[in-house]
């Protein structure tokens, strides 16, 4: 519970107003990216004229927006001009190695923004507005700006999922990574065991990111791709270990459970499915982030949801898994759930 | 200083993600407000199904969407369902007579959000990238649709700028309100003061609003109406209190000067002019909401700012006004600029 939530607490205009200006803060990241400006204020000097010239923007518009994003603790300003706070540098300055700034070009698409400019009608409905299947139309093209663009915000997860889908493995695995994207969690499985082989599925175009991923990590030898639709292809096998990375989430419960027997009849007995996930405490409103975004999945899907760890358990179970476990992962706002087949 | 920007601060992706998913919460919030759904439970009962129903909308979508509104901390959740906390019981509920909801009309006007989604762009310029002067084009009518929705937003702040304005005068007084927009703070004027004589200057059709509201205040026999730019029409007088409320910080500091010229002339010896402003400190990064309010004025206006006391008062003596004041306004981001015109 929030303080504003208790039941003494003091009404707050100012927290509304802040929820409906709150927009502006997306705004603001989105344009000083846009603008270069984060590369400007590392390399500085960090005065009001000298950014303005290293953007091509107006003085103005860069003082109103450097304040702006001091405001938001996104920079420092002192007499001298702006400053990287340790956030920015580490997260928004291209130069920076772990710089997420392209996440916002695909979390700014016309198909991620759209349905929040109609909120209303998506609750109304209860599923996108968007056409077809939203996010989830075969082939859609946003997937391929995903696997470019999203791979800075998944790579502190790689590490963690990798240890735990490997832990207590050793000697040659064979790896499936459904929906792989830009490949980066089958990569670095294959990074960790050096006997590792991966099979890695998603639409061609998109393969061809996390091929690519995969040639400049090294791995290209070990790295297979099988193109098409995670529902309809055949996924041979059998493999050790399956990855269903930010998947399951896109659908609804009988399509979940579906996917997961295919699933379970591509593993050898004893081998184990990981999928990460967002998964909220069962009250579904903690913690904030992952049971936040179930508001994506109702704005960009038919029927996808943010489901808890008791309703992926009993998904899992209802395919034939066992041994069901969740492990969050300490890098980011996700949870790794695991099972296995039985052992023959 | 937040946390974050401390030099030791742990560098974290959690905030620039935030930042980035910062426009669903509007979007949360307006569509929450678009379908009465703070009315349904405020009545009650708080249930999802109940909800959906009085909503006229998907259980899925209400479920989702009033999670997601317990995460920002405007409802509460338990097993019964959802229920309201004290603010949005006392500024969300349609039946509260403080709500607020209507002002997510005004901020989702299309001259509000659009240029937001270029606001690069309006930062290369250094300007509204809206048609014309944006906001402060003649007659525009973004201002008839404000005068409607964003009283209750002013509300809170009528009866201190009243007290500030009349600290020290009794008897009768003539009042001059500029760009009086819903009248409220005129109106209030001459509630504390039953001999104050208000004349609203603003476009005709939002003085249509303002003297509704008179009306209704039951001081229309003291309501004047003087239809017209500020810049042009005569404004008669002299006035013992010229009110500029939320009018300066649209126009660069030559035109404001030019009105405070004019003002001057309009007041009496000894008279006052009060400015309701948002007036950051001279840092122009402190208070959030006075300091962040400069951005608006970037994005809907040629040259407006967010100006700080310093700066409004070299403004105020270059027009020739002595004796400047600051009073911040306990109830809301505002502060009131004081200015007297010399005694005769």
Redesign the interface.
Same mark, same amino acid.
């Given at each position: 519970?929030?303080p504003?939530?208790?039941?003494?607490?003091?009404?707050?205009?100012?927290?509304?107003?802040?929820? &409906?200006?709150?927009?502006?803060?997306?705004?603001?990241?989105?344009?000083a990216i846009?603008?270069d400006l984060f590369r400007a204020v590392g390399e500085g000097p960090g005065d009001v004229a000298s950014l303005a010239r290293r953007?091509?923007?107006?003085?103005?518009?860069?003082r109103?927006?450097c304040?702006?994003l001091?405001?938001?603790? &996104? &920079?420092?300003?002192d007499a001298a001009g702006y400053r990287h706070?340790?956030?920015s540098? =580490?997260?928004?300055d291209p130069r920076s190695p772990?710089c997420?700034a392209s996440?916002?070009r695909f &979390?700014s698409l016309p198909a991620m923004?759209e349905p929040?400019?109609h909120?209303?009608d998506?609750?109304?409905?209860?599923?996108t507005t968007l056409e077809g299947d939203g996010s989830v139309e075969p082939d859609n093209p946003i997937w391929v700006e995903f696997a470019h663009s999203m791979a800075p915000?998944m790579a502190?997860m790689t590490a963690p999922l990798g240890a735990i889908v490997l832990d207590g493995l050793s000697g040659p695995v064979r790896v499936l990574d459904i929906a792989a994207g830009h490949g980066l969690f089958g990569i670095e499985v294959a990074r960790q065991n050096p006997h590792a082989r991966i099979v890695a599925q998603d639409w061609a175009p998109v393969l061809e990111v996390a091929r690519a991923n995969a040639v400049r990590a090294g791995v290209a030898g070990r790295f297979e791709t099988l193109p098409g639709s995670a529902f309809e292809v055949e996924f041979g096998g059998p493999y050790d270990i399956v990855l269903l990375t930010n998947f399951l989430h896109h659908f609804d419960r009988p399509t979940c459970v579906g996917l997961l027997h295919k699933v379970h009849a591509a593993l050898r007995p004893g081998g184990r499915v990981a999928a990460l996930e967002f998964v909220p405490n069962e009250?579904?409103?903690?913690p904030?982030?992952a =049971?936040?975004f179930?508001?994506?999945?109702?704005a960009s899907t038919p029927?996808g949801?943010a489901y808890t760890f008791r309703e992926y358990e009993s998904m899992y179970r209802e395919a034939g898994f066992e041994r069901m476990a969740a492990h969050r992962v300490p890098t980011?706002?996700h949870t790794v759930v695991m099972g296995e087949r039985a052992a023959a």
């Open positions: 519970m929030t504003e939530q208790e039941p003494g607490a003091t009404p707050s205009p100012a927290l509304v107003f802040d929820l &409906l200006m709150a927009h502006q803060r997306s705004a603001a990241l989105c344009a846009e603008l953007c091509s923007a107006s003085e103005r518009g860069i109103i927006l304040d702006y001091t405001i938001t603790g &996104l &920079l420092v300003k706070t340790p956030t540098a =580490a997260f928004l772990s997420v996440t916002a &979390l923004r929040f400019a909120l209303a998506v609750v109304r409905k209860g599923g915000m502190p009250d579904r409103v903690s904030p982030m =049971a936040g179930a508001l994506n999945m109702l029927a949801d980011g706002p």
